[in-house]
């Protein structure tokens, strides 16, 4: 677990002066019946019980990729936390544990809400009696989910497009993360209610430990009954400790911290799966919670929710990262006028990258159920990051401003996302979005694009260029999925 961390972090946990004498963190009696179930069934050291193999992913943004960790002959996704903390659980229940990192540069929770279904299954066992509900022969959800997108989520503002845009510019940071935490959580418990999920707060450095989107995500885990850990609430002298002066040194760079800091959360992470293994098999009965189901209250807003929602299959599903089997297929993208290209602009980012001429357009097929509903998945940048507009072919003189730039004051590039109930009346408010200039304010119930319901649709992405000067930023699209 400790593998090139510096020595002093070992030191510093043995001697007490890094950690806190009594860890904080979740109780296995305040875990759902489900959650303590799942974590049951993985902490077991009963070799006589199956599965005799575990999986594990890892969700997250580059930080929880291992980006910066590096270790001898180790990749970055080896020397990661995750890895670290596979590594340990295999130890632990002398079992297999097969991990899987899905976590991905530039993503905060909502950024994930597209390709979640997907994201949280992995190849199955043979011997796996979950194969025939997984809905998909060959996959099922994994065993055990980390989830962990606390540097990401902070820098989520309430006046980032599109949330201007759909008359969300009044919700705050802790609100909008809430949702789609909620969303993310309220879906895996769900539809994979056997899967042990652990909440993460790695992000070290917050202000005055307890930013909003961290009281966003330990609300949520919470509400929901799900193990959330924090490292700064565990670290004696809190996230003063993260400062790169600070001795022992705990998190040497931000977001991307070395393998201290890496081996650092793993730890703090197993000591609390160990107390879970040490009590869970509730002898006495004193759990607080019973519930098997997600609560029927939820934590957020109906208006919020409406624009949070997970697509479970998707019924039609575009990731830059896959090859269409027939490049000459009418299911794949197609690049109608211009240039757009599916790449990685930085190791890991892959998606469709245009920077011009102007009006370059992609065309994505897509296929809608009863009640629909399309996905859009791009990237936001800082200097040179242009705008593009969305629009279907079955809904002509309707189009959306997708905006490039994130408008806040810092150098990162982030995913960001928008569901659309498409099936609606169609709205004036569209046809007026396709100015030039910079912002709009409309309400989310007034995106109609009246499109048929089980139908099959062509979204289209059309490059935009200012106008003066006709200059072309980037624009760089994710995904496209649709139910």
């Given at each position: 677990?400790?593998?090139c961390a510096r020595?002093?972090?070992k030191l510093g946990i043995d001697n007490g002066s890094i950690l806190l004498s009594q860890l904080t963190g979740p109780s296995f009696d305040g875990l759902c019946l489900r959650q303590r179930e799942a974590w049951r069934a993985v902490l077991t050291t009963d070799m006589t019980l199956r599965p005799t193999e575990l999986s594990m992913v890892a969700l997250g943004g580059s930080m929880v990729k291992g980006m910066g960790c590096s270790c001898e002959t180790l990749s970055q996704e080896e020397c990661s936390y995750g890895s670290r903390l596979a590594a340990w659980l295999g130890s632990r229940t002398r079992r297999r544990v097969n991990f899987f990192n899905r976590a991905a540069g530039g993503s905060p929770t909502r950024g994930l809400l597209a390709l979640l279904s997907e994201s949280i299954r992995v190849p199955t066992r043979v011997e796996s009696e979950r194969v025939a509900a997984s809905g998909r022969q060959g996959m099922a959800a994994a065993d055990v989910l980390v989830i962990d997108f606390s540097i990401n989520d902070v820098g989520l503002k309430a006046n980032t497009s599109p949330w201007t845009g759909l008359g969300l510019g009044n919700y705050s940071t802790y609100e909008l993360v809430g949702a789609a935490t909620e969303a993310v959580l309220r879906f895996i418990l769900t539809t994979a209610s056997s899967s042990a999920l652990l909440m993460v707060e790695s992000n070290c450095r917050v202000a005055r430990g307890d930013s909003e989107s961290l009281r966003a995500h330990r609300d949520v885990a919470a509400h929901y009954g799900v193990a959330f850990v924090s490292l700064p609430a565990v670290l004696r002298r809190g996230p003063a400790a993260c400062s790169p002066s600070a001795k022992p040194v705990v998190w040497n760079a931000h977001p991307?911290?070395?393998?201290?800091?890496?081996?650092m959360i793993a730890y703090v992470a197993s000591a609390v799966l160990h107390r879970f293994g040490m009590n869970h098999f509730d002898k006495a009965g004193t759990a607080t919670r019973r519930d098997r189901l997600p609560p029927a209250w939820r934590f957020s807003s109906p208006a919020l929710r409406s624009?949070?929602?997970?697509c479970s299959p998707p019924l039609s599903m575009h990731v830059a990262t896959r090859n269409c089997l027939t490049r000459t297929s009418a299911a794949c993208p197609r690049v109608v006028s211009g240039s757009w290209e599916a790449c990685e602009d930085k190791a890991g980012k892959f998606g469709w990258i245009s920077n011009g001429p102007e009006a370059s357009t992609i065309e994505f097929p897509l296929r809608l159920g009863k009640l629909p509903r399309v996905t859009v998945v791009w990237m936001q940048g800082y200097d040179g990051w242009g705008r593009a507009s969305v629009g279907f072919?079955?809904?002509?003189?309707?189009q959306m401003v997708l905006d490039g730039l994130h408008g806040e004051n810092r150098t990162v590039t982030q995913l960001n996302s928008i569901t659309m109930g498409v099936a609606q009346t169609p709205s004036s408010v569209l046809t007026r979005n396709i100015s030039r200039t910079r912002g709009g304010n409309f309400a989310p119930n007034e995106l109609g694009w009246g499109l048929a319901r089980a139908s099959n649709v062509t979204l289209t992405l059309t490059l935009l260029c200012e106008s003066p000067p006709r200059a072309c930023g980037r624009f760089k699209l994710v995904s496209v999925s649709s139910c």
């Amino acid at each position: 677990m400790f593998a090139c961390a510096r020595p002093e972090l070992k030191l510093g946990i043995d001697n007490g002066s890094i950690l806190l004498s009594q860890l904080t963190g979740p109780s296995f009696d305040g875990l759902c019946l489900r959650q303590r179930e799942a974590w049951r069934a993985v902490l077991t050291t009963d070799m006589t019980l199956r599965p005799t193999e575990l999986s594990m992913v890892a969700l997250g943004g580059s930080m929880v990729k291992g980006m910066g960790c590096s270790c001898e002959t180790l990749s970055q996704e080896e020397c990661s936390y995750g890895s670290r903390l596979a590594a340990w659980l295999g130890s632990r229940t002398r079992r297999r544990v097969n991990f899987f990192n899905r976590a991905a540069g530039g993503s905060p929770t909502r950024g994930l809400l597209a390709l979640l279904s997907e994201s949280i299954r992995v190849p199955t066992r043979v011997e796996s009696e979950r194969v025939a509900a997984s809905g998909r022969q060959g996959m099922a959800a994994a065993d055990v989910l980390v989830i962990d997108f606390s540097i990401n989520d902070v820098g989520l503002k309430a006046n980032t497009s599109p949330w201007t845009g759909l008359g969300l510019g009044n919700y705050s940071t802790y609100e909008l993360v809430g949702a789609a935490t909620e969303a993310v959580l309220r879906f895996i418990l769900t539809t994979a209610s056997s899967s042990a999920l652990l909440m993460v707060e790695s992000n070290c450095r917050v202000a005055r430990g307890d930013s909003e989107s961290l009281r966003a995500h330990r609300d949520v885990a919470a509400h929901y009954g799900v193990a959330f850990v924090s490292l700064p609430a565990v670290l004696r002298r809190g996230p003063a400790a993260c400062s790169p002066s600070a001795k022992p040194v705990v998190w040497n760079a931000h977001p991307h911290p070395d393998a201290t800091a890496h081996a650092m959360i793993a730890y703090v992470a197993s000591a609390v799966l160990h107390r879970f293994g040490m009590n869970h098999f509730d002898k006495a009965g004193t759990a607080t919670r019973r519930d098997r189901l997600p609560p029927a209250w939820r934590f957020s807003s109906p208006a919020l929710r409406s624009s949070h929602q997970i697509c479970s299959p998707p019924l039609s599903m575009h990731v830059a990262t896959r090859n269409c089997l027939t490049r000459t297929s009418a299911a794949c993208p197609r690049v109608v006028s211009g240039s757009w290209e599916a790449c990685e602009d930085k190791a890991g980012k892959f998606g469709w990258i245009s920077n011009g001429p102007e009006a370059s357009t992609i065309e994505f097929p897509l296929r809608l159920g009863k009640l629909p509903r399309v996905t859009v998945v791009w990237m936001q940048g800082y200097d040179g990051w242009g705008r593009a507009s969305v629009g279907f072919r079955q809904a002509p003189g309707l189009q959306m401003v997708l905006d490039g730039l994130h408008g806040e004051n810092r150098t990162v590039t982030q995913l960001n996302s928008i569901t659309m109930g498409v099936a609606q009346t169609p709205s004036s408010v569209l046809t007026r979005n396709i100015s030039r200039t910079r912002g709009g304010n409309f309400a989310p119930n007034e995106l109609g694009w009246g499109l048929a319901r089980a139908s099959n649709v062509t979204l289209t992405l059309t490059l935009l260029c200012e106008s003066p000067p006709r200059a072309c930023g980037r624009f760089k699209l994710v995904s496209v999925s649709s139910c």
